[in-house]
Protein backbone atom coordinates (compact mmCIF):
# COMPACT_ATOMS: atom_id res chain seq x y z
CA UNK A 1 0.00 0.00 0.00
CA UNK A 2 0.94 3.36 -0.49
CA UNK A 3 2.11 5.01 2.97
CA UNK A 4 -0.68 8.06 2.54
CA UNK A 5 -4.41 7.67 1.52
CA UNK A 6 -4.81 8.84 -2.48
CA UNK A 7 -5.95 12.26 -1.68
CA UNK A 8 -2.77 13.18 0.44
CA UNK A 9 -0.34 11.65 -1.84
CA UNK A 10 -2.09 13.60 -4.94
CA UNK A 11 -1.67 16.48 -2.86
CA UNK A 12 2.27 15.70 -2.21
CA UNK A 13 2.51 15.35 -5.69
CA UNK A 14 1.21 18.77 -6.91
CA UNK A 15 3.35 20.18 -4.00
CA UNK A 16 6.69 18.86 -5.37
CA UNK A 17 6.37 20.68 -8.65
CA UNK A 18 6.50 24.15 -6.79
CA UNK A 19 10.36 25.15 -7.42
CA UNK A 20 12.47 24.66 -3.82
CA UNK A 21 9.89 21.92 -3.05
CA UNK A 22 11.20 18.05 -3.87
CA UNK A 23 9.54 15.12 -3.29
CA UNK A 24 10.95 14.80 0.60
CA UNK A 25 10.06 18.28 1.49
CA UNK A 26 6.46 18.68 0.17
CA UNK A 27 5.70 15.58 2.29
CA UNK A 28 6.75 17.22 5.25
CA UNK A 29 5.18 20.15 4.16
CA UNK A 30 2.32 18.66 3.52
CA UNK A 31 2.40 16.67 7.16
CA UNK A 32 2.70 20.17 8.83
CA UNK A 33 -0.54 21.68 6.96
CA UNK A 34 -2.02 18.74 8.01
CA UNK A 35 -1.15 18.62 11.50
CA UNK A 36 -2.12 22.93 11.37
CA UNK A 37 -5.16 22.00 9.41
CA UNK A 38 -7.54 24.74 10.75
CA UNK A 39 -5.02 27.87 11.14
CA UNK A 40 -2.58 27.12 8.29
CA UNK A 41 -4.26 24.39 5.87
CA UNK A 42 -7.67 25.95 5.63
CA UNK A 43 -6.26 29.81 5.22
CA UNK A 44 -3.67 28.42 2.51
CA UNK A 45 -5.98 26.83 0.01
CA UNK A 46 -8.38 29.92 0.50
CA UNK A 47 -5.94 32.10 -0.04
CA UNK A 48 -4.84 29.90 -2.87
CA UNK A 49 -8.22 29.91 -4.37
CA UNK A 50 -8.50 33.31 -4.26
CA UNK A 51 -5.25 34.27 -6.04
CA UNK A 52 -5.82 31.78 -9.04
CA UNK A 53 -9.64 33.73 -9.40
CA UNK A 54 -8.22 36.91 -9.30
CA UNK A 55 -4.13 37.22 -10.94
CA UNK A 56 -3.91 38.39 -14.12
CA UNK A 57 -1.28 40.02 -16.25
CA UNK A 58 -1.39 43.77 -16.74
CA UNK A 59 -2.39 44.04 -20.73
CA UNK A 60 -0.16 46.89 -20.74
CA UNK A 61 3.03 45.67 -18.83
CA UNK A 62 3.18 41.97 -18.08
CA UNK A 63 3.30 42.97 -14.38
CA UNK A 64 1.15 40.23 -12.22
CA UNK A 65 -2.24 42.25 -10.19
CA UNK A 66 -5.94 42.14 -10.38
CA UNK A 67 -7.15 44.04 -12.95
CA UNK A 68 -6.83 44.84 -16.64
CA UNK A 69 -4.50 47.54 -15.97
CA UNK A 70 -1.41 47.17 -12.57
CA UNK A 71 -1.35 49.71 -10.43
CA UNK A 72 1.81 51.33 -11.49
CA UNK A 73 0.76 51.40 -15.17
CA UNK A 74 -2.83 52.93 -13.52
CA UNK A 75 -1.12 55.81 -11.55
CA UNK A 76 -0.59 58.79 -13.55
CA UNK A 77 2.58 59.71 -11.23
CA UNK A 78 4.60 57.11 -13.05
CA UNK A 79 4.27 58.31 -16.31
CA UNK A 80 7.48 60.18 -16.61
CA UNK A 81 8.84 59.45 -19.92
CA UNK A 82 11.11 55.99 -18.40
CA UNK A 83 10.44 52.24 -19.02
CA UNK A 84 12.19 49.86 -16.94
CA UNK A 85 12.06 46.62 -18.80
CA UNK A 86 12.82 43.88 -16.98
CA UNK A 87 12.43 39.53 -17.35
CA UNK A 88 10.42 38.97 -14.58
CA UNK A 89 7.82 39.94 -12.75
CA UNK A 90 10.41 38.90 -9.95
CA UNK A 91 12.82 41.71 -11.10
CA UNK A 92 9.98 43.99 -11.21
CA UNK A 93 9.17 43.24 -7.93
CA UNK A 94 12.81 43.42 -6.70
CA UNK A 95 13.33 47.04 -8.32
CA UNK A 96 9.82 48.33 -6.40
CA UNK A 97 11.67 46.83 -2.96
CA UNK A 98 14.42 49.26 -3.70
CA UNK A 99 11.87 51.48 -4.38
CA UNK A 100 14.41 54.10 -6.20
CA UNK A 101 12.31 54.06 -9.49
CA UNK A 102 9.86 55.94 -10.41
CA UNK A 103 8.77 55.40 -13.70
CA UNK A 104 6.71 52.25 -15.46
CA UNK A 105 8.01 48.98 -16.27
CA UNK A 106 7.91 46.34 -19.36
CA UNK A 107 8.04 42.85 -18.01
CA UNK A 108 9.16 40.78 -21.10
CA UNK A 109 8.59 37.15 -19.71
CA UNK A 110 12.11 35.76 -20.58
CA UNK A 111 15.22 36.33 -22.47
CA UNK A 112 15.74 35.78 -25.86
CA UNK A 113 17.16 32.48 -26.41
CA UNK A 114 18.37 30.68 -29.86
CA UNK A 115 19.03 27.19 -27.92
CA UNK A 116 15.04 27.42 -26.34
CA UNK A 117 13.92 28.60 -29.50
CA UNK A 118 12.74 32.15 -28.20
CA UNK A 119 12.39 34.80 -30.36
CA UNK A 120 10.84 38.57 -30.50
CA UNK A 121 7.40 37.83 -30.40
CA UNK A 122 7.90 35.35 -27.71
CA UNK A 123 8.47 37.65 -25.57
CA UNK A 124 6.93 41.53 -24.96
CA UNK A 125 8.98 43.15 -27.27
CA UNK A 126 6.74 44.36 -30.11
CA UNK A 127 4.37 45.59 -27.51
CA UNK A 128 7.24 47.51 -25.54
CA UNK A 129 7.98 49.36 -29.38
CA UNK A 130 4.71 49.92 -29.33
CA UNK A 131 4.56 51.28 -26.18
CA UNK A 132 7.83 53.54 -26.45
CA UNK A 133 6.04 55.71 -29.11
CA UNK A 134 2.30 55.67 -27.91
CA UNK A 135 3.96 56.76 -23.68
CA UNK A 136 6.28 59.02 -25.18
CA UNK A 137 9.32 56.97 -23.70
CA UNK A 138 12.02 59.54 -23.51
CA UNK A 139 14.30 56.93 -21.40
CA UNK A 140 14.19 52.56 -21.42
CA UNK A 141 16.55 51.16 -18.75
CA UNK A 142 16.97 47.78 -19.58
CA UNK A 143 17.36 46.35 -16.18
CA UNK A 144 18.23 42.59 -17.35
CA UNK A 145 19.91 39.82 -15.76
CA UNK A 146 23.78 39.75 -16.28
CA UNK A 147 23.39 36.57 -17.88
CA UNK A 148 24.42 35.74 -21.29
CA UNK A 149 20.77 35.32 -22.48
CA UNK A 150 19.57 38.83 -20.49
CA UNK A 151 22.81 40.60 -22.37
CA UNK A 152 21.77 39.09 -25.86
CA UNK A 153 18.60 40.15 -24.97
CA UNK A 154 19.29 43.86 -24.46
CA UNK A 155 21.83 43.97 -27.31
CA UNK A 156 18.46 43.39 -29.36
CA UNK A 157 16.31 45.48 -27.65
CA UNK A 158 18.79 48.50 -27.96
CA UNK A 159 19.06 47.64 -31.59
CA UNK A 160 15.26 47.85 -32.19
CA UNK A 161 15.11 51.00 -30.69
CA UNK A 162 18.09 52.15 -32.01
CA UNK A 163 15.98 54.34 -34.92
CA UNK A 164 12.98 55.75 -32.84
CA UNK A 165 15.62 58.62 -30.91
CA UNK A 166 14.97 57.26 -27.57
CA UNK A 167 17.93 57.01 -25.00
CA UNK A 168 18.39 53.73 -23.99
CA UNK A 169 20.81 52.62 -20.76
CA UNK A 170 21.24 50.19 -18.59
CA UNK A 171 21.93 48.91 -14.88
CA UNK A 172 25.66 49.96 -14.06
CA UNK A 173 27.70 46.90 -13.13
CA UNK A 174 30.27 46.71 -10.42
CA UNK A 175 30.77 46.07 -6.55
CA UNK A 176 27.62 45.13 -4.78
CA UNK A 177 26.81 46.81 -1.55
CA UNK A 178 28.46 45.46 1.00
CA UNK A 179 30.15 42.94 -1.15
CA UNK A 180 33.86 42.25 -0.37
CA UNK A 181 36.19 42.17 -3.07
CA UNK A 182 37.68 38.84 -1.98
CA UNK A 183 34.55 37.01 -2.94
CA UNK A 184 34.06 38.65 -5.94
CA UNK A 185 34.48 37.16 -9.22
CA UNK A 186 36.89 38.21 -12.09
CA UNK A 187 34.41 39.44 -14.40
CA UNK A 188 32.43 41.93 -11.96
CA UNK A 189 36.23 43.40 -10.61
CA UNK A 190 36.94 43.83 -14.14
CA UNK A 191 33.75 45.32 -14.92
CA UNK A 192 33.90 47.87 -11.59
CA UNK A 193 37.28 48.92 -12.75
CA UNK A 194 36.51 49.79 -16.07
CA UNK A 195 33.66 51.85 -15.28
CA UNK A 196 35.28 53.75 -11.54
CA UNK A 197 34.79 56.99 -11.45
CA UNK A 198 36.18 60.07 -9.25
CA UNK A 199 35.73 60.96 -5.75
CA UNK B 1 3.38 50.52 -2.52
CA UNK B 2 3.73 47.05 -1.85
CA UNK B 3 5.16 45.29 -4.62
CA UNK B 4 2.31 42.77 -5.35
CA UNK B 5 -1.45 42.96 -4.43
CA UNK B 6 -3.04 42.39 -1.43
CA UNK B 7 -4.39 39.07 -2.03
CA UNK B 8 -1.11 37.81 -3.23
CA UNK B 9 0.85 39.55 -0.78
CA UNK B 10 -1.62 37.49 1.95
CA UNK B 11 -0.91 34.02 -0.30
CA UNK B 12 2.98 34.88 -0.18
CA UNK B 13 2.86 35.57 3.52
CA UNK B 14 1.17 32.30 4.37
CA UNK B 15 3.31 30.81 2.12
CA UNK B 16 6.64 31.52 3.93
CA UNK B 17 4.98 29.56 6.77
CA UNK B 18 5.42 26.30 5.48
CA UNK B 19 8.61 24.54 6.23
CA UNK B 20 11.31 24.49 4.11
CA UNK B 21 10.39 27.92 2.57
CA UNK B 22 10.94 31.08 3.84
CA UNK B 23 10.01 35.01 2.79
CA UNK B 24 11.74 34.80 -0.65
CA UNK B 25 11.61 31.02 -1.65
CA UNK B 26 7.62 31.71 -1.27
CA UNK B 27 7.59 34.56 -3.37
CA UNK B 28 9.31 32.89 -6.36
CA UNK B 29 6.75 30.20 -5.46
CA UNK B 30 3.76 32.10 -5.47
CA UNK B 31 5.12 33.51 -8.72
CA UNK B 32 5.12 30.09 -10.18
CA UNK B 33 1.68 28.96 -9.49
CA UNK B 34 0.17 32.34 -10.68
CA UNK B 35 2.50 31.63 -14.30
CA UNK B 36 1.07 28.28 -13.85
CA UNK B 37 -2.55 28.97 -12.86
CA UNK B 38 -4.05 26.55 -14.77
CA UNK B 39 -2.65 23.39 -15.07
CA UNK B 40 -0.59 23.70 -11.10
CA UNK B 41 -2.41 26.25 -9.09
CA UNK B 42 -6.21 25.50 -9.38
CA UNK B 43 -5.59 21.77 -9.05
CA UNK B 44 -3.30 22.83 -5.82
CA UNK B 45 -6.00 24.66 -4.21
CA UNK B 46 -8.40 22.41 -4.88
CA UNK B 47 -5.83 19.32 -3.66
CA UNK B 48 -5.60 21.02 -0.82
CA UNK B 49 -9.39 22.00 0.27
CA UNK B 50 -9.73 18.18 -0.11
CA UNK B 51 -7.30 17.43 2.34
CA UNK B 52 -7.75 20.11 4.54
CA UNK B 53 -11.83 18.23 4.71
CA UNK B 54 -11.10 14.85 4.76
CA UNK B 55 -7.89 14.33 6.86
CA UNK B 56 -8.04 13.46 10.12
CA UNK B 57 -5.88 11.46 12.90
CA UNK B 58 -6.61 7.93 13.30
CA UNK B 59 -8.33 7.21 16.65
CA UNK B 60 -6.45 4.35 17.26
CA UNK B 61 -2.87 4.85 16.25
CA UNK B 62 -2.51 8.55 15.84
CA UNK B 63 -1.66 8.08 11.59
CA UNK B 64 -2.88 10.29 9.26
CA UNK B 65 -5.95 9.07 6.72
CA UNK B 66 -9.61 9.87 5.39
CA UNK B 67 -11.17 7.93 8.11
CA UNK B 68 -12.15 7.59 12.05
CA UNK B 69 -9.40 4.27 11.51
CA UNK B 70 -6.21 4.45 9.10
CA UNK B 71 -5.96 1.64 6.74
CA UNK B 72 -3.15 -0.07 9.06
CA UNK B 73 -5.38 0.09 11.89
CA UNK B 74 -8.27 -1.98 10.13
CA UNK B 75 -6.36 -4.53 8.26
CA UNK B 76 -6.70 -7.62 10.25
CA UNK B 77 -3.39 -9.15 8.69
CA UNK B 78 -1.67 -6.36 10.05
CA UNK B 79 -2.81 -7.60 13.82
CA UNK B 80 0.43 -9.59 14.36
CA UNK B 81 0.69 -8.83 17.90
CA UNK B 82 3.77 -5.91 17.34
CA UNK B 83 3.41 -2.39 17.94
CA UNK B 84 5.78 -0.29 15.79
CA UNK B 85 6.11 3.39 18.23
CA UNK B 86 7.40 5.80 15.99
CA UNK B 87 7.56 9.75 17.30
CA UNK B 88 5.71 11.19 14.41
CA UNK B 89 3.49 10.66 11.11
CA UNK B 90 6.57 11.01 8.71
CA UNK B 91 8.08 8.34 10.71
CA UNK B 92 5.60 6.11 10.13
CA UNK B 93 5.70 6.59 6.57
CA UNK B 94 8.99 6.43 6.58
CA UNK B 95 8.73 2.87 7.91
CA UNK B 96 5.95 1.97 5.65
CA UNK B 97 8.01 2.89 2.03
CA UNK B 98 10.94 0.49 3.76
CA UNK B 99 8.15 -2.18 3.66
CA UNK B 100 9.71 -4.02 6.45
CA UNK B 101 7.47 -4.16 9.14
CA UNK B 102 4.02 -6.10 8.93
CA UNK B 103 2.20 -4.74 12.65
CA UNK B 104 0.85 -2.22 13.37
CA UNK B 105 2.10 1.01 14.80
CA UNK B 106 1.76 3.91 17.59
CA UNK B 107 2.26 7.55 16.77
CA UNK B 108 3.52 9.51 19.84
CA UNK B 109 2.66 12.69 18.33
CA UNK B 110 6.42 14.25 19.76
CA UNK B 111 8.48 12.75 22.76
CA UNK B 112 8.43 13.74 26.05
CA UNK B 113 10.36 17.19 26.64
CA UNK B 114 10.97 18.40 30.43
CA UNK B 115 12.00 22.11 28.32
CA UNK B 116 9.07 22.37 26.41
CA UNK B 117 7.07 20.71 29.41
CA UNK B 118 5.81 17.47 27.28
CA UNK B 119 4.56 15.24 29.76
CA UNK B 120 3.49 11.26 28.85
CA UNK B 121 -0.16 12.31 28.96
CA UNK B 122 0.19 15.21 26.21
CA UNK B 123 1.71 12.46 23.70
CA UNK B 124 -0.22 9.34 23.20
CA UNK B 125 1.71 7.01 26.32
CA UNK B 126 -1.81 5.85 27.93
CA UNK B 127 -3.48 4.90 24.84
CA UNK B 128 -0.78 2.78 23.59
CA UNK B 129 -1.12 1.16 27.55
CA UNK B 130 -4.68 0.39 26.70
CA UNK B 131 -3.55 -0.36 23.46
CA UNK B 132 -0.74 -3.19 24.33
CA UNK B 133 -3.32 -4.76 26.57
CA UNK B 134 -6.84 -4.59 24.11
CA UNK B 135 -4.58 -5.24 21.33
CA UNK B 136 -2.73 -8.56 23.09
CA UNK B 137 0.23 -7.03 21.99
CA UNK B 138 3.34 -9.52 22.40
CA UNK B 139 6.03 -7.03 21.25
CA UNK B 140 6.57 -3.13 21.66
CA UNK B 141 9.13 -2.23 18.93
CA UNK B 142 10.43 1.26 20.09
CA UNK B 143 11.14 3.35 16.64
CA UNK B 144 12.28 6.84 18.00
CA UNK B 145 14.36 9.19 16.95
CA UNK B 146 18.09 8.59 18.20
CA UNK B 147 17.88 11.82 19.57
CA UNK B 148 18.18 12.61 23.57
CA UNK B 149 14.33 13.35 24.10
CA UNK B 150 14.04 10.48 22.01
CA UNK B 151 16.29 8.34 23.78
CA UNK B 152 14.56 9.24 27.38
CA UNK B 153 11.06 8.96 25.67
CA UNK B 154 12.03 5.28 24.97
CA UNK B 155 13.38 4.55 28.24
CA UNK B 156 9.95 5.71 29.88
CA UNK B 157 8.16 3.54 27.58
CA UNK B 158 9.97 0.49 28.47
CA UNK B 159 9.58 0.91 31.91
CA UNK B 160 5.76 1.74 31.60
CA UNK B 161 5.94 -1.73 29.93
CA UNK B 162 8.08 -3.72 32.37
CA UNK B 163 5.22 -5.07 34.19
CA UNK B 164 3.04 -5.96 31.45
CA UNK B 165 5.15 -9.16 30.01
CA UNK B 166 4.97 -7.86 26.79
CA UNK B 167 8.72 -7.53 24.93
CA UNK B 168 10.00 -4.35 24.19
CA UNK B 169 13.08 -3.83 21.65
CA UNK B 170 14.70 -0.87 19.81
CA UNK B 171 15.79 -0.25 16.42
CA UNK B 172 19.45 -1.83 16.14
CA UNK B 173 21.94 1.35 15.78
CA UNK B 174 25.26 0.60 13.61
CA UNK B 175 26.41 1.66 10.23
CA UNK B 176 23.77 2.73 7.46
CA UNK B 177 23.39 0.72 4.40
CA UNK B 178 26.49 2.21 2.32
CA UNK B 179 27.60 4.52 4.89
CA UNK B 180 31.37 5.21 4.90
CA UNK B 181 33.15 5.19 8.13
CA UNK B 182 35.06 8.35 7.57
CA UNK B 183 31.90 10.55 7.18
CA UNK B 184 30.14 8.89 10.31
CA UNK B 185 30.41 10.09 13.58
CA UNK B 186 32.39 9.01 16.62
CA UNK B 187 29.49 7.72 18.85
CA UNK B 188 27.94 5.67 15.82
CA UNK B 189 30.89 4.04 14.82
CA UNK B 190 31.37 3.40 18.77
CA UNK B 191 27.44 1.97 18.81
CA UNK B 192 28.36 -0.93 15.65
CA UNK B 193 31.10 -1.74 17.07
CA UNK B 194 29.76 -2.45 20.71
CA UNK B 195 27.08 -4.46 19.30
CA UNK B 196 29.33 -6.32 16.29
CA UNK B 197 28.42 -9.32 15.36
CA UNK B 198 29.82 -12.47 13.39
CA UNK B 199 29.67 -13.18 9.77
Known sequence: MAEAPKD???????????PGLGPRSARRAVLHLIKKRGPLM???????????????????????GTAELCPICTDARRANGQICVVEDVADLWAMERGGAFAGRYHVLGGTLSALDDVGPEDLRIPR??????????????????????????????????????????????GVPIGGELDYLDDGTISAALKARKSI
Open 8 to 18: IEALIEIMARL
Open 42 to 64: RPLAEAMTRVAEAARECLNCGNI
Open 128 to 173: LMDRVTSEHATEVILALNATVDGQTTAHYIADALAGTGVSVTSLAQ
